[in-house]
């Protein structure tokens, strides 16, 4: 007897793919996806063409239709989810605006995100969850577009990724919770659009028609269309699901959030998360995200570089990927030669204004120290980020997941562990996010029990012979950031 079969669609910051997922046992049928070209601006801009998007959505499930054969008889669903905040704002004629979409890592709103915290953010943390940011929907639109976008009808819609993909299969609009509150526009007290969080960005004309609705995560929002259905050879009138940020969606893969499990996504994003109870008053960490479930909130501690630092060095040392740049590193032992790096190649939340760069190069020290240097720190963020999450009582002791690109290689999750001090759960199927969206549109067509597509797992645990040089290398890492903090204050302010 056949199963069923669910398509999840995962657009992250680098790139797109689609992933067939067999109902019941999880087991991927099909994949396709490939890396998407954002291009990099004066003054830190990081945008996308929406013809970019466009193409790879139609490639990634023309590809998956073509592997699945007779078998596409067989799709009862698709579900959309995507990387958080970032600009899709669309003008008149429902396209993007300028044709591009702008990356949740562009900085040219960093300088009016500080000025915004200075004067609001104790306030704006308290109302939405979080600090202002420079990936913030309302702080680029007012950065690229003036303050008075909206007024002028420049803006007309304002969309998250998945929305926006969502809406090209179905032409329908809506959006989640997870992603209207990550991005800091969501009162965490009423759930819905915070006034304070647009009056304070400057955008106060955005209204009711401007912003999607909000549906709870794995609503049916629309079918296929038959041009899509066409382009994509998959049958008219599939149902479309509504999903959640691909954070939430790749907790919901490997069950963390109904385990009190602390996850951390191996990334472009150094992302670190876990699930828990509404706490008063609010712990101070770096983000709280009403998901739209009563009685608890996601909990983050992030940055904007995780893996973007490996892929950074790999374009300028000539790497041919970011896989030969940890293979380079691991020739290298721990610490580099003392050679350290910061991890901030796209800016970081904590410390304010934190940048990148090289402490401690010496005459010696060449690529492969480097390497080291940026491997080791990149760990030691992840690391950083969650034993704070734990400091507030976040999360069951001792239980971590890795996620992401990076998690697909055991070193890297070996490194982190060492510096946590306990094994740590490595989910090496980089499909998370697919397998979350399709989970959801699974949910939309069966009941929750009947819904599962269990990710595989395995547990990673520390190099125990070295666990007092993993234990000094992470004090002194978080040491130097600390001491760091008035220097990365006054260049940014230098280069505001």
């Known amino acids: 007897m056949r199963t069923d079969i669910f398509i999840g669609i995962d657009m992250g910051s680098t790139g797109l793919k689609?992933?067939?997922?067999?109902?019941?046992?999880?087991?991927?049928?099909?994949?396709s996806g490939g890396a998407l070209p954002f291009f990099r601006l004066p003054g830190g801009g990081c945008e996308l063409s929406g013809q970019a998007?466009?193409?790879?959505?139609?490639?990634?499930?023309?590809?998956?239709?073509a592997q699945l054969g007779p078998r596409t008889a067989d799709v009862r669903a698709i579900g959309c989810t995507g990387h958080?905040?970032?600009?899709?704002?669309?003008?008149?004629?429902?396209?993007?605006?300028?044709?591009?979409?702008?990356?949740?890592?562009?900085?040219r709103a960093g300088a009016r995100a500080r000025a915004l915290a200075a004067l609001h953010g104790p306030a704006l943390f308290e109302e939405v969850g979080c600090q202002p940011w420079s990936g913030q929907p309302t702080l680029i639109a007012a950065e690229l577009f003036g303050a008075d976008a909206v007024q002028?009808?420049?803006?007309?819609?304002?969309?998250?990724?998945?929305?926006?993909?969502t809406w090209l299969l179905t032409g329908e609009f809506a959006t989640d919770a997870s992603d209207a509150s990550t991005a800091g526009l969501l009162s965490l007290a009423s759930g819905t659009w915070s006034r304070l969080a647009f009056d304070a960005a400057g955008l106060p004309d955005l209204a009711a028609g401007t912003l999607p609705p909000i549906v709870p995560t794995g609503t049916v929002i629309g079918t296929l269309t038959p041009t899509q259905a066409r382009e994509c050879g998959l049958p008219a009138g599939l149902p479309v699901t509504v999903g959640a940020i691909d954070l939430l969606a790749s907790l919901n893969a490997v069950g963390a959030e109904h385990r009190g499990q602390a996850v951390a996504v191996l990334g472009t994003w150094c992302v670190n998360a876990v699930i828990g109870p509404v706490a008063e008053p609010k712990?101070?960490?770096?983000?709280?995200?009403?998901?739209?479930?009563?009685g608890r909130r996601l909990y983050l501690e992030n940055s904007p570089s995780s893996m973007a630092n490996v892929a950074?060095?790999?374009?300028a040392l000539q790497f041919p990927s970011a896989a030969a740049v940890v293979d380079c590193a691991m020739t290298v032992p721990l610490g580099a030669?003392?050679?350290?790096?910061l991890p901030f190649i796209n800016g970081g939340g904590s410390p304010p204004g934190a940048s990148a760069g090289f402490i401690g190069l010496k005459?010696?020290?060449?690529?492969s120290h480097m390497a080291r240097a940026v491997v080791d720190a990149v760990a030691a963020l992840h690391a950083r980020h969650l034993l704070r999450l734990a400091s507030f009582g976040l999360g069951v002791p001792g239980l971590v997941a890795a996620l992401g690109g990076g998690a697909r290689d055991v070193r890297l999750v070996r490194l982190l562990a060492s510096f946590l001090g306990h094994p740590v759960e490595r989910c090496g199927d980089d499909e998370t996010g697919a397998r979350g969206a399709a989970q959801y549109a699974a949910r939309s067509q069966a009941p929750a029990d009947d819904a599962a597509l269990p990710a595989p797992c395995d547990v990673v645990v520390p190099a125990a012979h070295e666990a007092r040089a993993h234990a000094d290398f992470y004090a002194g890492f978080n040491d130097l950031v600390e001491s760091l903090s008035p220097a990365f204050a006054v260049q940014a302010k230098e280069t505001a």
């Open 18 to 31: 689609a992933v067939a997922f067999e109902g019941g046992s999880g087991s991927p049928l099909a994949a």
């Open 53 to 65: 998007i466009r193409s790879a959505l139609v490639h990634a499930l023309r590809n998956v239709a």
């Open 337 to 341: 030669d003392g050679l350290r790096f």
């Open 283 to 294: 712990p101070p960490v770096g983000a709280i995200v009403n998901f739209g479930e009563p």
């Open 363 to 367: 005459g010696h020290h060449d690529r």
């Open 84 to 107: 958080g905040a970032g600009l899709y704002a669309l003008d008149a004629r429902h396209q993007l605006i300028g044709g591009c979409a702008v990356a949740s890592t562009d900085q």
């Open 152 to 165: 002028r009808g420049d803006i007309h819609r304002l969309l998250f990724a998945k929305d926006y993909l």
């Open 312 to 315: 950074w060095l790999a374009r």
